[in-house]
């Protein structure tokens, strides 16, 4: 049974970071390509970082570029998000995302990022 439980949201003022932590189970993680999501109120679930397994490929969207990091640690199934230079525009439930090879795909709970004076 795969599992990703993500941790590390909570409120934070604008100009502020935060470290997103996602922890897969009941999968051969460094198989699998992690990505972190973004819902916000009312708006459909975007695209927001993503890495290959190894690592070596990463992309951002566009408005998260030089202000956030993608990163994973394969020996202990865990991919981060570094969030700096956060803007009330951020807020939103964060999600993470695995998709094997083969195209099956996992989402965690979520959790929530407020961005707030």
């Known amino acids: 049974q795969v599992q990703l439980v993500e941790s590390g949201g909570g409120l934070v003022h604008p100009g502020g970071s935060l470290r997103l932590s996602c922890v897969a189970s009941?999968?051969?993680?460094?198989?699998?390509?992690m990505s972190w999501y973004r819902q916000a109120p009312g708006k459909e679930r975007d695209f927001v970082a993503g890495m290959n397994g190894d690592g070596r490929i990463r992309k951002y969207d566009d408005s998260v570029k030089g202000r956030f990091t993608i990163s994973r640690d394969n020996a202990r199934n865990t991919v981060y998000l570094q969030m700096n230079s956060l803007q009330p525009e951020d807020t939103a439930i964060y999600f993470c995302?695995?998709?094997?090879?083969?195209?099956?795909?996992?989402w965690g709970q979520g959790t929530q990022v407020t961005v707030s004076s």
């Open positions: 009941g999968l051969t993680f460094n198989y699998y390509r």
């Open positions: 995302k695995a998709r094997s090879p083969g195209d099956d795909v996992y």
